[in-house]
């Protein structure tokens, strides 16, 4: 469904979107979700290790947030702050942190020195263990303790 921003100004926004440490596969699905949903991205730029994005959607905004870590792997955060009050009512902005792992399903990693392939990266990190076939969650609070473990290193083991 389209919103409809008749009488919204040319730079209104609701949200923004924060991709880091990603790649151009990612900013192409991003841009061609807003486009499939004639949602307008009002302006958007380079930063430091991403892209930011200021769209007039809140809701898609979250919603895109979510496909983008069922889709890609990695950590979504979200944050709301009190832009306005229209009508007696509070209005908010919301940010939406999209962050890449720096490895994928299938890869071979190390966590807490012990070495694991990723079975699933969906709500959680799932790893199964190469040696002992245990299974175990991560929260992607820890994604940055779990690092990839490149082929040449894996026979070294």
């Not at 790649?23 to 949602?39: P, T, W």
């Not at 944050?79 to 792992?101: N, P």
């Not at 994928?104 to 076939?133: C, N, Q, T, Y």
């Amino acid at each position: 469904m389209v919103r409809s921003l008749t009488g919204k100004h040319a730079l209104y926004f609701e949200a923004t979107l924060q991709l880091r440490l990603i790649n151009k596969e990612i900013i192409d699905y991003v841009e061609n979700q807003f486009r499939k949903a004639h949602i307008p991205i009002v302006d958007s730029g380079e930063v430091k290790n991403g892209m930011d994005y200021k769209v007039a959607d809140k809701r898609f905004t979250r919603a895109l947030g979510k496909k983008l870590r069922q889709r890609y792997g990695g950590q979504v955060k979200e944050t709301a702050t009190l832009h306005t009050k229209i009508k007696g009512k509070d209005a908010y902005r919301v940010t939406v942190l999209y962050r890449m792992a720096n490895f994928r399903r299938g890869d071979k990693v190390m966590f807490h020195g012990e070495r694991f392939e990723v079975l699933s990266m969906a709500k959680e990190i799932v790893l199964r263990g190469l040696d002992d076939p245990q299974k175990l969650r991560v929260k992607y609070e820890l994604m940055k303790k779990v690092t990839k473990i490149e082929e040449e290193n894996l026979t070294e083991s």
